[in-house]
């Protein structure tokens, strides 16, 4: 039987927009900290290719996953010290980590390029098995990435609004001297701040190797840690907006393929355009909104008191 | 920043070391094969299929060594990597991707003592050969495979980018599908590149969702589609590699493969007896570059006879594109009498009847 389109297209957002909701999460609070990582897509490639090189070696997905978020951590740290530690420009190491990243996810999946994998296990609750419009869907059936999605980004939310680690972070985002002044360490928020983001662009890179794709090819994520830069502009830095950016940016996605797959006479080049449209349209809405500004001292090096 | 100059020049020394080795270990062979493949030969599809090929050449003739390069650009890059097997001794050279053409043709005037076979391109010289498998022509076997295979009588087709050559192919797996299935569909997603693996992923799920119960896929590397219709128990015919099949061991029909061997063997015998003359050689099923992978288990032995009845029909010249042939606007595009041949396959623009989908 054939789907009706709003839930094809809903299945298919949720499919492709959870490894894009946990790359945006992971920037969300990286971005909230002061600092942006324009590395994002090199930090995917990574947690993908090692999820992948561990799955395939340990033949065990779980230590996939565990690996990517832990090398996603590390890459993170990595270019912690560049422009915290060492206070290197960030847009340029952040360009500077994503063709690392490229490179180093290059180099450690190229070994296992064809491997074989069995990918995360997919769970669905017997109790919607039986309707046929789920069974004849990818709906509800899905592996453990797709379902902490959303309580991962409710965590996510608690830890920036509703805790004091979080204000202190945001603090750094907006004034370092002032959160300094304050008794807080910038710099140590900042790197809890990049690990904890590093942790999720792993997340987001393995579940398109272990789960979605079931394959590494070089550069596989195909700009998507782009796309979740911009999600978080989208968002306007709230990992709550993040869930409804996601599955926004994943819907047009499937959108597109779904009209395809329907015979639909539209222009896949022009339906590609859409989440940019949107995210232009965001901008234009809501570009001043005070309340809904970037983080004061984004991109900005934080020189200490020295 | 001495010390450090210095621990940068012991790696360089380091990995000049490991450069050179392999080149000094050999005993002198008679011809050295160098190829050089724009992504993985792992891939299970386009490259795997020429590093099988060289392989089995550089195993059957005695005296024939091989050198391979992976993930080599389409780029300057590329004549590096040449000159480099050129230096090491390699007098016949396999640049396998289409954009390997103009480097490797400019290495090629180079050496005009080196030999070349190019894949896919057009570009020729003494030196500079072309070849290619035809393979519109052979899709129309797998077309009655997934024809008679399909229950829901809705086949899916994910293309990379809408070439004529692409276009091509569904169209000749739709001809063959409704040459045993007057109701077979053939729907068609394009993802809008030839390696982006989750959109590809995407593009099957969206099939599927719509009752398609058969896969095809004309992209570099089948392993995504495969899996996903596998995973959500669909059945799959591959494309580019026939190992594709260890993907599927469950819904795998069966696939179209490039077989090289046989024409590679002929170059490398043509050279090492100073005989070899450039050529544009353009092979397809039963002409040794084009083959039909094994079936997999579920394929029922009247199914198996059919599409190798087909097979053999078309490998005796039987042309799937003759006319009359309507496009699915109701347009005749190849009027009665007429056929289609080599020259015309990258210029369809338009789907066959009983294909889903337009040429954007």
Known sequence: MSTPLVLGVLAGAILSGASLLYATLGETIVERSGIVNLGLEGILLIGASVGFAIAAFTRSAYLGVVAAALAGGLANLLFGWLVVSRRANQLASGLAMMFFGIGVSALVGGPFVGAVITGLPKWRPSFLAGLPWVRSTTLFNYDILIWLALPVAFLVWWALFKTRWGLGLRAVGESPAAAFAAGRNPSALRFQGLFAGGVLGGLAGAHLSLSLTLTWAEGMTAGRGFIAIALVIFSKWHPLRAVVGALVFGGAEALQLQLQARGADVSPFLLDMIPYVLTLLVLLAWGGARRLAAPAALGRTFYGSD | ?360
């Open chain 2, 1 to 360: 920043m001495s010390k450090r100059l210095g621990f940068v020049s012991i790696l360089v020394a380091l990995a000049l070391c490991l450069a050179v080795a392999p080149s000094v270990a050999a005993d002198t062979p008679k011809l050295i094969i160098g190829a050089i493949y724009v992504g993985s030969v792992n891939d299970y599809g386009y490259n795997r299929s020429f590093h099988d090929a060289l392989t089995t050449v550089a195993r059957n003739l005695p005296g024939v060594k091989l050198l391979e390069a992976e993930n080599v650009p389409e780029s300057a890059e590329a004549e590096r990597v040449m000159e480099n097997m050129i230096q090491q001794g390699a007098r016949l050279i396999f640049p396998t991707s289409f954009g390997h053409q103009e480097p490797a043709f400019n290495v090629a005037k180079r050496h005009p003592d080196v030999y070349f076979e190019h894949a896919g391109g057009w570009m020729m010289s003494a030196n500079f050969g072309n070849y290619f498998g035809n393979t519109q022509a052979a899709w129309y076997p797998m077309g009655v495979a997934a024809g008679k295979m399909t229950k829901t009588n809705k086949l899916g087709f994910v293309i990379g980018v809408p070439i004529g050559f692409a276009v091509g192919n569904v169209n000749a797996f739709e001809l063959g599908a409704r040459s045993v299935n007057p109701d077979a569909q053939t729907t068609v997603v394009v993802t809008g590149g030839w390696s982006d693996k989750a959109k590809e992923a995407a593009a099957a799920n969206a099939l599927l969702d719509q009752g398609c119960d058969v896969l095809a896929m004309h992209v570099d590397s089948p392993a995504t589609v495969i899996q996903t219709a596998e995973s959500r128990g669909a059945m799959s015919i591959g494309f580019q590699s026939i190992e594709a099949r260890a993907l599927a061991p469950r819904g795998w029909i069966t696939g179209l493969g490039f077989t090289w061997a046989p024409y590679f063997t002929e170059v490398a015998k043509s050279v090492m007896a100073g005989t070899f003359k450039a050529s544009s050689t353009h092979l397809g099923l039963g002409e040794g570059m084009v083959t039909i992978a094994p079936f997999g288990a579920a394929v029922p032995a009247e199914v198996r006879k059919l599409v190798t009845a087909s097979a053999d029909k078309i490998a005796k010249g039987f042309n799937p594109f003759t006319g009359p042939i309507v496009d699915n606007t109701g347009v005749v595009q190849i009027p009665a009498g007429e056929s289609w041949g080599g020259d015309k396959m990258g210029n369809f623009k338009w789907y066959v009847e009983g294909v889903v989908g337009k040429v954007q």
